[in-house]
C-alpha cells in the first residue's frame, strides 16, 4: 500500500516562504504524477500543482510565478517552494500520486497546515 507523507508547514508572516516536501513509498514503481492540492476551511479541494515524471509541471493560476513544484524520481519525492506567500494561501495542502499500471490509483496524504498570517 503506498504511503505519503509530507512535511514543512507552519505560520509565516506574508511575503515569507515555506517548502512542503513528500516522499512517496510502499510501491516498486514511480508515481506517474505527483502534486499538490489545497483546501480553505469552508473551501472545496483544489489544485496547486503537479509534475509528471518527465518533469513537466502545471500550476494554479493564483499561485504561477510563487511557487515551484520540482520531484525527485530516484526518491519519489515532491517537493513544493512557496515564496511571496499571502494570507489567501491558507489552507491545508495535500500531497497527491497517481500510479498507473493496469489501472489508475490515485493516493493522498494526511494533509499539512500551511498558515500565512501577521
Known amino acids: 500500500q503506498v504511503q505519503l507523507v509530507e512535511s514543512g508547514g507552519g505560520l509565516v508572516q506574508p511575503g515569507g516562504s515555506l517548502r512542503l516536501s513528500c516522499a512517496a513509498s510502499?510501491?516498486?514503481?514511480?508515481?506517474?504524477?505527483m502534486g499538490w492540492y489545497r483546501q480553505a476551511p469552508g473551501k472545496q479541494r483544489e489544485l496547486v500543482a503537479t509534475?509528471?515524471?518527465?518533469?513537466?509541471?502545471n500550476y494554479a493560476d493564483s499561485v504561477k510565478g510563487r511557487f515551484t513544484i520540482s520531484r525527485d524520481n530516484a526518491k519519489n519525492t515532491v517537493d513544493l517552494q512557496m515564496n511571496n506567500l499571502k494570507p489567501e494561501d491558507t489552507a491545508v495542502y495535500y500531497c497527491?500520486?497517481?500510479?498507473?499500471?493496469?489501472?489508475?490509483?490515485?493516493?493522498w496524504g494526511q494533509g499539512t497546515q500551511v498558515t500565512v498570517s501577521s
Open positions: 509534475i509528471i515524471s518527465g518533469s513537466n509541471t
Open positions: 497527491n500520486a497517481i500510479y498507473f499500471s493496469v489501472s489508475r490509483t490515485t493516493y
Open positions: 510502499g510501491s516498486n514503481r514511480s508515481p506517474y504524477v
